[in-house]
Nanobody, 125 residues
Framework: QVQLVESGGGLVQTGDSLRLSCAAS????????MGWFRQAPGKDREFMAG????????SYKDSCKGRFTISRDNAKNTVYLQMNSLKPEDTAVYYC??????????????????WGQGTQVTVSS
C-alpha cells in the first residue's frame, strides 16, 4: 500500500521560507517521478514542481521559478519542496504525488497515481 505523507506546512509571513517534505512508503521510490501540486480554495489543483526518478531533471510552474526548489533523496524515500520569498497567493494545501512515468514529468493530476493527504501553507501579508 502506497503512502505519501507530507509535512512542513504552517503559517508564515510574506517573504518567509518553508521546506515541505514528503515521505514515501510502499513503493520503489526511485522508480517514480515525484511532483508537488497545490490547491487553493475554489481553485483547481495545479502543478508546481516535478523531479525525475534520478533527480537530474526538474520542472516548475512559471510563477514559482526562482523561488521554489524541488529535490529528492532516494536513500530516504523523501521528496522536498523548498519555498522561498513566499507570497500570500502561495496560500494553499500542498500535495505530493508519485507518477509511474519513466522519463517525462507529467504536469496534470491524472499523470500521478498516488497522492498524499496534503499540508496547509498559509502566508499572511
Amino acid at each position: 500500500q502506497v503512502q505519501l505523507v507530507e509535512s512542513g506546512g504552517g503559517l508564515v509571513q510574506t517573504g518567509d521560507s518553508l521546506r515541505l517534505s514528503c515521505a514515501a512508503s510502499g513503493l520503489t521510490f526511485s522508480q517514480y517521478v515525484m511532483g508537488w501540486f497545490r490547491q487553493a480554495p475554489g481553485k483547481d489543483r495545479e502543478f508546481m514542481a516535478g523531479i525525475t526518478r534520478n533527480g537530474i531533471s526538474t520542472s516548475y510552474k512559471d510563477s514559482c521559478k526562482g523561488r521554489f526548489t524541488i529535490s529528492r533523496d532516494n536513500a530516504k524515500n523523501t521528496v522536498y519542496l523548498q519555498m522561498n520569498s513566499l507570497k500570500p497567493e502561495d496560500t494553499a494545501v500542498y500535495y505530493c504525488a508519485a507518477s509511474p512515468s519513466r522519463v517525462t514529468i507529467p504536469k496534470d493530476p491524472p499523470g500521478y497515481g498516488s497522492w498524499g493527504q496534503g499540508t496547509q501553507v498559509t502566508v499572511s501579508s
